[in-house]
């Protein structure tokens, strides 16, 4: 075999094992930025997800913890029966009872429709909250105590749905929830105050009778201090001297 025929050989040799290189080589670049590529959209998600917990975290503690404390004053201190006194005081203590209520629910809906625009996976702390959410939803709507503050799956729902108003155009999307002001002006309209006649009623009957021990406000407040215990777990915003369940 002549040399040029030699080196010829040896020369497509190398060609075919520097292509083999190449071809190899790009596609562990394309594996490689794909993988990275996942990964960043799984750190984006993840990131995503935890700023808009964060940023309704706050919020949706700070209604809990007054409607926990409110339906704790209610079954323990005879909140309502104290305000009654005054006319004025007894218009006050129903109607901001109502808006505690309406705010938990307003910043439940405003947490659902955010969310739901996000793919979160199997994130735990979304799974926990979901279930600790549905247990305060369960606990207002069941049929197994007597009926007063029963409001159903629909009825939390509405009352959500109307407290909330859109962010202002020179502010991020999204909405935010009624301010006490607005809420007791809106009461005047009859579709608004529509929602609210149950509990309004079973307030006045609880002040004709007395009686703010309901079966059902206990279970209320009990599942309203998990949501508590999941939202600030260290303790941090409330301590644990206003954790206290009614017995």
């Not at 509405?158 to 502010?171: N, Q, T, V």
């Amino acid at each position: 075999m002549s040399s040029e025929l030699i080196t010829a050989s040896i020369a497509a040799i190398v060609a075919v094992v520097s292509a083999s290189i190449s071809v190899y080589g790009q596609v562990r670049t394309a594996q490689f930025a794909d993988r990275l590529a996942k990964q960043r959209e799984a750190a984006s998600r993840e990131t995503q997800t935890a700023t808009l917990m964060s940023k309704y975290r706050d919020p949706l503690l700070r209604s809990t913890i007054d409607l926990q404390s409110r339906l704790f004053n209610i079954h323990q201190n005879q909140f309502l029966a104290f305000y009654a006194q005054s006319p004025t005081e007894k218009d006050y203590a129903i109607d901001n009872t109502l808006y505690v209520l309406a705010e938990y629910f307003g910043w439940v809906e405003i947490l659902r429709r955010e969310v739901q625009f996000l793919d979160l996976g199997d994130m735990e702390m979304n799974r926990q909250l979901s279930e600790l959410l549905v247990s305060v939803t369960k606990a207002f709507g069941n049929n197994f105590q007597e009926p007063t503050f029963r409001l159903f799956n629909g009825e939390q729902r509405a009352i959500g749905e109307i407290m909330l108003i859109p962010r202002s155009l020179d502010k991020e999307r999204g909405y935010e929830c009624m301010g006490y002001a607005s809420f007791v002006k809106k009461m005047a309209d009859p579709e608004f105050a529509r929602w609210f006649a149950k509990p309004k009623d079973d307030m006045e009957l609880m002040l004709k009778t007395a009686d703010g021990k309901r079966e059902r406000l206990v279970h209320i407040h009990s599942r309203l201090i998990d949501l508590i215990d999941f939202l600030d777990p260290h303790r941090v915003r409330v301590p644990p001297q206003y954790r206290t369940r009614i017995k």
